[in-house]
């Protein structure tokens, strides 16, 4: 693979005057994330909720980098042939030395493009990686940590796909590599190792080891400053993991996070003080007519009642008319994503509730995917007498208002 000269960002030409609408001037986007079209965590419906701005934008410069998954690739992407001439002679030549690199459509809003790399297949190099990952950068990745040594293959394809593609465009155009979190962090790593011309954003959306630390119960805010990086990654044995995402957000040209209380984790966990903010959020635009986000708001409501009304089928004992829904979504992590904090609000408002003897009811929703042995027989049960009333009373209603009505022309 041929070796190039490094870029920065700020050396791109019209990004200073670029306002944001459409995608300058030979420039390439590559967005790599472990999630896309692989849907593992959070960050795979931040990237889901942004392809169709971002497609719409960039065009076809806009292409996202993810594993291929077998299973996921099966319901969600649409393999094609790629329709630029660079990428066609990419994925041929890398597919030509033993790798499988497939493109395809995703199968969501705005259809972006997508490269898939196959980690599998190039697991025969996975040692020889590794030992080249130790000789160039001092970090070492233990044989039983599997996630690891994913990352491994997947950075060291990426990084071979970044520089295929520089060398195999005729015109050379400007990359853009944009990284999520420490899992695509070794493709940004190896980028900047082997100078590629690729000017890269590395975005941690939270802190590995911060995720580590507040799973611990530890005070994490108030001791933030204090804590020693090295020892307690090593006593977590995340200590590669920790090395990795470093070293990505030391490399990164740009480092962003989405949020400041994220930032403040990255300065004093990662040893670097981001660069920008970028809040995560919804595309929100096809609400942007005010009557029809109130429907479909009313729609949704009624879904929600009409559960409830199975779900305490026998014991529904207060109005829904009265009722607030509370819901909490996020993985399954008891202190990290804030159930704990959420079960002890719910307690003090139970409390203030009865108190005051307020009428209103309070139906709280905890959606986070776990491991699951059965369904609940009873709420099955009080769902489908729920859905058998609803059919009675329509099929009653539909023949006495045809009734009532012949009587009424009489």
């Given at each position: ?100 690199v497939h493109f395809g459509r995703w ?28 000789e160039s950068c001092a970090i070492g ?264 009505y012949e009587s009424l022309l009489v």
């Open positions: 693979m041929p070796l190039a000269r490094s870029v920065s960002v700020s050396s791109l030409p019209g990004l200073e005057e670029w306002g944001g609408h459409g995608a300058p001037e030979n420039v390439v986007l590559f967005e790599v994330a472990w999630e896309v079209a692989n849907k593992v965590g959070g960050i795979y419906t931040v990237l889901q909720t942004k392809a169709r701005m971002t497609a719409d934008e960039w065009g076809e410069s806009y292409v996202l980098v993810g594993p291929y998954v077998e299973s996921s690739v099966r319901t969600q992407v649409e393999l094609l042939e790629p329709p630029q001439p660079a990428l066609r002679r990419t994925l041929a030549a890398m597919n030509a030395q033993g790798c499988k199968l969501i809003e705005g259809s972006p493009a997508v490269v898939l790399l196959d980690v599998g297949a190039t697991a025969w190099s996975l040692e020889r990686w590794k030992g080249e990952l130790w990745v233990p044989w039983y940590d599997r996630e690891a040594n994913d990352a491994v293959l997947f950075g060291f394809l990426v990084a071979w796909f970044l520089g295929e593609f520089a060398a195999q465009s005729e015109e050379p155009p400007f990359i853009v590599g944009h990284f999520h979190e420490w899992l695509a962090g070794l493709g940004l790593v190896l980028s900047r190792a082997r100078r590629l011309p690729v000017a890269t954003i590395f975005t941690t959306h939270a802190t590995l080891l911060g995720r580590y630390l507040c799973a611990g119960s530890v005070d994490f805010y108030n001791n933030l400053h204090s804590f020693d990086v090295d020892k307690e990654a090593g006593e977590r044995q995340i200590y590669h993991r920790y090395c990795l995402e470093r070293a990505a957000a030391h490399c990164a040209h740009v480092l962003t996070t989405v949020s400041h209380v994220t930032a403040a984790e990255a300065e004093h966990l990662l040893k670097r003080k981001p660069d920008l903010v970028t809040p995560n959020g919804l595309n929100v635009r096809k609400f942007s007519a005010m009557h029809e986000f109130q429907n479909l708001h009313a729609q949704s409501k009624a879904r929600v009642q009409e559960f409830v009304r199975g779900h305490f089928y026998g014991h529904l004992d207060f109005d829904l008319d009265k009722t607030l829904f509370f819901f909490i979504a996020g993985r399954y992590e008891f202190s990290n994503k804030g159930a704990d904090i959420f079960l002890e609000a719910l307690a003090r408002l139970n409390y203030l509730l009865r108190v005051n003897g307020s009428e209103v009811t309070v139906v709280a929703f905890f959606i986070m995917p776990a491991r699951t042995n059965n369904f609940n027989v009873e709420s099955l049960k009080g769902q489908a007498v729920r859905k058998q009333l609803w059919d009675t009373a329509n099929a009653v209603k539909e023949k006495f208002g045809k009734k009532l």
